[in-house]
DNA sequence: CACTCTATGCAACTTGGTTGCATTAATGGG
DNA sequence: CCCATTAATGCAACCAAGTTGCATAGAGTG
């Protein structure tokens, strides 16, 4: 197994809690190479040749967004993608923040912005209490153009 | 089968070039009373007692989202809901538009806002085309409050 | 090192949705 | 009004994502 850096990966896990197994050592070396959320299948592909149990994993994820190291959010054909809250050297995402989803390679990047920051004029319909917005971008990533 | 008005439901669905059916009549008439989004799952429910094929339904929900009959948002478990474009009364929702997301009873509204008249202050990160945005605005419901 | 409790792996299941194919029925022209 | 054409329907079989129950393996603690 190539890893980042290992004892980086240990002290994440047991930062948030989480006891430091293979499959989540395997499983968050994944993330935090990854510039974009990624999904289950996803993670899977990545680990080819050392695959962790598909339930496993459903489990490592769950666990790893309880914790807050990671976020979740749902993609376009509708499953659940991951991210980490932090990635080394920039500061955590742990509020709600906004999505740029690409068009053309269908990948999600989280987009370091408080939305407090950025409230856009949408009318509160009135009798609806609003408490939360969501937003996404679409568009082509640098990537695609 | 109560159907509100049922020369009303045949010319909208011959106004989108869709032959008129009885599934799609059926289908049709649950749509046109739904002030919310509708899951394959919450139509199948409100046509008991004349219930069509599961697969005719997905079909028929396919075919009035491909002619602009209707429209569909994903919900917060990740599945399809539907709701109809035009509104009796209304003027048409045919444009990119804001969604009112309930988290108590889960219900999704479609906002009469044209979200291009919404210019929020997202930074646009470098080396990403912006093309379009979504919005969903979270909270309480008039029903549940 | 031994104990405890959590995480793991496997099988079986559920839900949402799709595909292929034979049958039925809506529509337009005669 | 009837017939032919073509599209819509129903059924069975399938697929992918995700969940549940349960027995076993393996972290962490002292
Ligand atoms: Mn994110
Ligand atoms: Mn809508
Ligand atoms: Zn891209
Ligand atoms: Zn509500």
Redesign the interface.
Known sequence: MIMKNESYLRELLQEHGLKVTLARMKVLDVLVSSPVALSHSDITHRLEGQEIDKVTLYRTLGAFTEKKLTHKV?SKD???LYALHIHENEPAVDHDH?H?VC?SCEKI?C?P?NTE?????????V????????????????DC?
Chains 1, 2 share one sequence.
């Open positions: 749902a509708r499953n659940w906004a740029f068009d990047y987009l912005v920051e950025q409230t856009p004029v949408i009318p509160t319909p009798n609806f209490i609003v408490t939360s917005r969501e937003y996404r971008l679409h568009g082509m990533c640098p153009h």
